[in-house]
Structures are given as C-alpha cells and as structure tokens.
C-alpha cells in the first residue's frame, strides 16, 4: 500500500498527540487519587462541629481555677465564749484607791495610776503611787514614787515596794530621798539598801542603807554617813 508524504506527516503528528495524551494522563492518575483518598478520609475521622451549647459548656470546665476564684469571705466574728481571754495579769485600772479604817479611824490609804493586778503574786502595780499612813498618835506618813507594787491580803496592805524617785515625809518635819524603798506596814519600817539623803529644817545627812522605824520614829542610816548640821537655823 503506498502513502503519500503528505499522510505520513499528518499519522507521524497524530501518533505525537496520543502519545502525549496518554503520558499526560498518566502522569496525572497518581496525584489525584491518593489526594481524593485524603480528602474522604478527612472528611470521615472529622468530628461534626460542636453546638453553640456544648462549646460553652467545655469552656467552662476547662476554664482555669483562677479565673473562677470568688472574693474572700470575710471571717466571722468570734462569739465571747470563742474570743481568747486576756491573761489575768494585763487586767488594768486607769485610777486606783484603796484605804482601811479601824473604829472610823483612817489607817491608811493608796492612790495611784495605770493600776494592773497581778492574781499570782496577789499584787498591784501601779504608776504615781501616794502611800498615806497614820500613826496610832495622829502622826503622817507620805510615801510617793514613781512606781510601786502592793502587796494585799484582802482588803488590808500588807507591804509596797516603791521604786523611781522615792520620797518619804514624816509628819512635815523630815524628808528622805532615794531611788527604791520597801514598807512593811506589820513591822511599821520602811528600808533602803540605796543611796539616801534626810533632810529637816537644820539638819541632812546622807549614806547608803536606810532603816526607818515609824513606831518609834528613829531613822538609822547604814554605811558612808556624812551630815550637816546648822544650829543657828534650829527654832
């Protein structure tokens, strides 16, 4: 059979176009179907989209705790019985007075400020102490300090300790200074082992360790004593 030039060119041309519509498809194949695969799979394993109600919901289980954290509630207010109770030592008066009379006779008297009980030694101490006690013959005693400790048995004075800037006065007639001074009402005596001046209208002395004896009215001062005496002031 013979074929002219001019058929084989337009055979050898269409033979060209098959062979690359074959390749082209071919080449094309793999890619599609491994992505058409991927994309039903997806759409299979993907879970449908979660309601408005339920994506709220998980929201709020998973919110973090701090952001949920509600105001402090204030503590309640403790009821008496619950509230602890102040020690009995820091019990305190701002005035304090205590005095004792036999047969309506003043015996003696306290004033003083900033008082504060002591149940176990049976004391109180207080601040600006003014002791006033009285003989059996009408005669004063001013006892003031800056502080002082009373002892008590009951209602009746058993003994004072006074400290800070000490002053006794007997009857208005004598003066005795020192820095600390203990009274002992059963024994009528007031002693110092301090430093202690006395002084009266012509007369002082001075030396350390006093000995005070209010029912007999003398006055022994210790150690290191050294006076002056004036006559000519003497009345």
């Not at 002892?151 to 006074?162: I, M, P, Y």
């Amino acid at each position: 059979m013979y074929i002219s030039r001019r058929q084989s060119r337009i055979i050898a041309v269409g033979t060209l176009i098959l062979f690359f519509l074959i390749g082209a498809w071919f080449t094309q194949k793999p890619t599609l179907a491994p992505s058409s695969v991927s994309n039903s799979q997806s759409t299979e394993n993907t879970p449908p989209p979660a309601s408005p109600a339920t994506t709220s919901s998980s929201t709020q289980v998973e919110q973090p705790l701090v952001a949920q954290t509600e105001p402090p509630v204030p503590a309640q207010s403790q009821t008496e019985e619950e509230k602890p109770k102040a020690p009995a030592s820091q019990f305190a008066l701002e005035e304090f007075r205590r005095s004792e009379t036999k047969d309506g006779k003043l015996i003696w008297e306290i004033y003083g400020t900033n008082a504060r009980y002591i149940p176990e030694k049976n004391s109180v101490a207080i601040d600006n102490c003014k002791l006033m006690y009285y003989t059996e013959d009408n005669k004063q005693i001013d006892l003031t300090s800056g502080t002082a400790l009373i002892f008590l048995s009951g209602v009746k004075l058993e003994r004072a300790e006074l400290r800070d800037n000490v002053v006794l006065v007997y009857n208005g007639d004598i003066t005795v200074k020192t820095t600390e001074a203990d009274f002992d009402k059963a024994k009528d005596l007031v002693t110092s082992d301090k430093f202690v001046t006395i002084s009266g209208d012509w007369y002082s002395f001075e030396g350390t360790g006093l000995h005070a004896d209010l029912e007999t009215e003398t006055v022994t001062l210790q150690t290191d004593v050294h006076s002056q005496i004036h006559p000519e002031r003497r009345a």
